[in-house]
C-alpha cells in the first residue's frame, strides 16, 4: 500500500516557502555579519582614522598606511595576475585543441585555487622573500596575492572567451583579418566584461587575505614608499590588533573599513559591466 | 571573362568525401544562384572559395580553384589578401558587438588603413551601396546590435564591400529575414552585380529566378546542372533537375 503525506499541490507550496526561507535566512547572515560589523566598527571610523597614521602601535591614530599597504599589493597582484591568467585563458580557448596539455593545465589551476592561504604564505615566505631575496615588502606580498589571483582570472576568463559566438570570430576572419587580430579586435573587447569581473573578484579576495601576506609583507606602521619597503594590509592590521590585545575597537573600526571598501568594489564592478555591455549590446 | 574558375575541385573532411568533381566557371559581373537539398555542399563549397574552410584541420582537397589567373590554393597564397578579394556575407547576421560606424569600417583598420577621414567616406560610400546609410545616418556610433534583423544584414553587407572586394559570396543571406528585408536585399543585389561579381546559395528558387544569371544545381555533392537561369528552370537539361524544381524531392 502506498499513498502520499501530502498532495503535490501542496508539497508545491512547502518546498517555495522552504527556498523562500533559505533565500532569506542567506540574506541574513550576510546583513547579520555586515550589521554586528558596521555597528561596532562605524563609530571609530572618521576623517582622522581614514587619513591618520598609527599611533602607540594602534591604540589611537588611523590607518591610513594600512590603506596604502593594500591598494598598493591589490595594484601589484593585478598588474601580474591579469595578463597571466587572460593570456592562459586565450591559448586554452584559441591555441590549444584538446590534449592533455589543456586538461593538465585546466587541473593545474583548480588545484592552486584550493591550496589554503596560509599556505601560499609559507610559500611565499620561503621563495619570494628568503629564496629571490625581496625580503619582507609589497612586492614579495604583491607576488604572493598574484600567485593566489591567477587561477581565478584565468577561470573566469576562459568562460568569458570561449562565450563569444563563433560568429564573430568567422566574420573576422572573412574580412580577411589575421587570428591575432580577431582575438585583439573582436574576441578580447567581447569577453571583457567577463574579465574584469574575474580580476575584480580575484582583487576582492586579495585584498581580503591575511594569511597568505602576513609571512610576505613584513608588519610595518609606517606608510610604504616603493615596493621594496615592507606594509601592512588592513586584513593583517585587523588581525594584529585583535590578537595582540592592542584595540578591539580599532579592529572592529579596520573591519569597517574593509567591508565597506570590498561593498563598493562589487558594486562599481556591477554598474561597470552593464554600462559596458548596454554599450555594446545596444540598449534594449 | 571569367572572374572564378573551378576545376575538378573534390573536397573532404577526414574521409568524408563532400564535393565531387566540381567544375564551374563563374563570369566577372553576374550573379550566380547556387540551389539544392540541404547538406549538399553548396555552402562547402562557398566557403572553399575563400578559404574558410581551411578553419576545420579535417579539411582537403585536389583540383583547383581560380581567381582570375590565380590558383587560391597555391603555395604563396596570403590567405588575408584573398578573403579581401573574396568577400563573405553569412547566413546570420552577425555584426560585431560594436558601433555601426566600427563595424563597416573593421575591413579597412584591419588592413592598416589610418586615415580617419577616408575611413568615414568609404564607410558613408559602403552604406549608401547597402541601401541603408538613410536609416543609419544620425546613429551611426550607436551599436550594431540595436538595429533589426534586415538592418542587421545590410550593415554586414556594407562591411563587406568597404573593403572593395571583387567577389561578393552569399550563404542564404535572406533565410533568416522578413519578406521585406528580403526584398530590399534582393534590389540590392541587383544593383551590386553592376560592380561585384556574386554567387549565392540559396534555398528560395523563386528568389534564384528574380537575382540570379546563372544557376547550379547540387545535389550529394556533384554539380547536377549549370546553366543560365532562365534555361535552368524552364527548360531543365537533366532529370533530377525538372524533380527538384518542380518540387518532387527537396
Not at chain 1, 83 to 88: K, N, R, S, W, Y
Not at chain 1, 157 to 164: L, Q, T
Request: with cysteine; aromatic share 8%.
Amino acid at each position: 500500500m502506498s499513498f502520499k503525506i501530502c498532495s503535490s499541490k501542496s508539497s508545491d507550496k512547502i518546498m517555495n516557502k522552504i527556498f523562500i526561507l533559505s533565500g532569506i535566512v542567506t540574506l541574513g547572515i550576510l546583513l547579520i555579519i555586515l550589521g554586528y560589523i558596521l555597528v561596532k566598527g562605524l563609530p571609530v571610523v572618521n576623517l582622522e582614522f581614514l587619513l591618520g597614521s598609527p599611533i602607540d602601535s594602534g591604540k589611537s591614530g588611523g590607518i591610513l598606511p594600512m590603506i596604502i599597504s593594500s591598494v598598493y599589493v591589490t595594484l601589484i597582484a593585478a598588474v601580474i595576475a591579469t595578463p597571466l591568467g587572460v593570456g592562459a585563458a586565450v591559448y586554452m580557448v584559441e591555441y590549444a585543441g584538446e590534449s592533455k596539455i589543456v586538461n593538465l593545465i585546466r587541473f593545474g589551476a583548480e588545484t592552486l585555487s584550493s591550496i589554503p592561504s596560509i599556505v601560499f604564505g609559507l610559500f611565499g615566505l620561503a621563495f619570494f622573500v628568503v629564496f629571490l631575496n625581496l625580503g619582507w615588502s609589497i612586492l614579495s606580498g604583491g607576488l604572493v596575492l598574484a600567485i593566489m589571483a591567477v587561477p581565478t582570472v584565468f577561470q573566469v576568463s576562459e568562460v568569458a572567451i570561449a562565450s563569444v559566438p563563433n560568429t564573430y570570430r568567422q566574420a573576422s576572419l572573412g574580412l580577411g583579418a589575421t587570428k591575432w587580430q580577431t582575438i585583439a579586435n573582436v574576441v578580447i573587447p567581447a569577453s571583457i566584461p567577463g574579465i574584469v569581473t574575474g580580476v575584480i573578484l580575484a582583487m576582492t579576495r586579495a585584498i581580503s587575505e591575511a594569511a597568505a601576506v602576513m609571512y610576505a609583507v613584513g608588519s610595518a606602521l609606517s606608510v610604504p614608499i616603493s615596493i621594496f619597503d615592507p606594509g601592512r594590509p588592513l586584513p593583517l592590521h585587523l588581525y594584529i590588533l585583535a590578537t595582540e590585545g592592542i584595540s578591539m575597537d580599532n579592529a572592529f573600526g579596520t573591519a569597517a573599513v574593509l567591508v565597506i571598501i570590498v561593498l563598493i568594489l562589487t558594486f562599481a564592478t556591477n554598474y561597470l559591466v552593464n554600462r559596458y555591455q548596454e554599450k555594446m549590446m545596444g540598449k534594449f | 571573362m571569367n572572374r572564378i574558375t573551378v576545376k575538378n575541385l573534390n573536397t573532404k573532411f577526414g574521409d568524408n568525401h563532400i564535393l565531387k568533381n566540381i567544375n564551374m566557371q563563374v563570369p566577372e559581373n553576374t550573379v550566380t544562384a547556387l540551389i539544392g537539398p540541404s547538406g549538399c555542399g553548396k555552402s562547402t563549397f562557398l566557403r572553399t572559395l575563400n578559404r574558410m574552410n581551411d578553419l576545420i584541420p579535417s579539411f582537403n582537397h585536389t583540383g583547383e580553384i581560380y581567381l582570375d589567373d590565380t590558383e587560391i590554393y597555391g603555395k604563396n597564397i596570403d590567405v588575408v589578401n584573398l578573403r579581401k578579394r573574396v568577400g563573405m556575407v553569412f547566413q546570420k547576421a552577425n555584426p560585431f558587438p560594436k558601433s555601426i560606424f566600427d563595424n563597416v569600417a573593421y575591413g579597412l583598420r584591419i588592413h592598416g588603413i589610418e586615415d580617419e577621414d577616408f575611413i568615414a567616406q568609404r564607410v558613408e560610400e559602403s552604406l549608401k551601396s547597402a541601401a541603408i546609410w538613410d536609416e543609419v545616418e544620425s546613429k551611426l556610433y550607436d551599436s550594431a546590435m540595436s538595429l533589426s534583423g534586415g538592418q542587421q544584414q545590410r550593415v554586414c553587407i556594407a562591411r563587406t564591400i568597404a573593403n572593395k572586394p571583387e567577389v561578393i559570396l552569399m550563404d542564404e543571406p535572406c533565410s533568416a529575414l522578413d519578406p521585406i528585408s528580403t526584398i530590399k536585399i534582393e534590389d540590392l543585389i541587383n544593383r551590386l552585380k553592376k560592380e561585384y561579381t556574386i554567387l549565392i546559395v540559396t534555398h528560395n528558387m523563386q528568389q534564384a529566378t528574380r537575382v540570379s544569371k546563372y544557376t547550379s544545381f547540387f545535389l550529394n555533392g556533384e554539380i547536377i546542372e549549370n546553366n543560365l537561369t532562365s534555361e535552368l528552370f524552364i527548360n531543365p537539361r537533366e532529370e533530377k533537375t525538372e524533380e527538384y524544381i518542380t518540387g518532387r524531392f527537396g
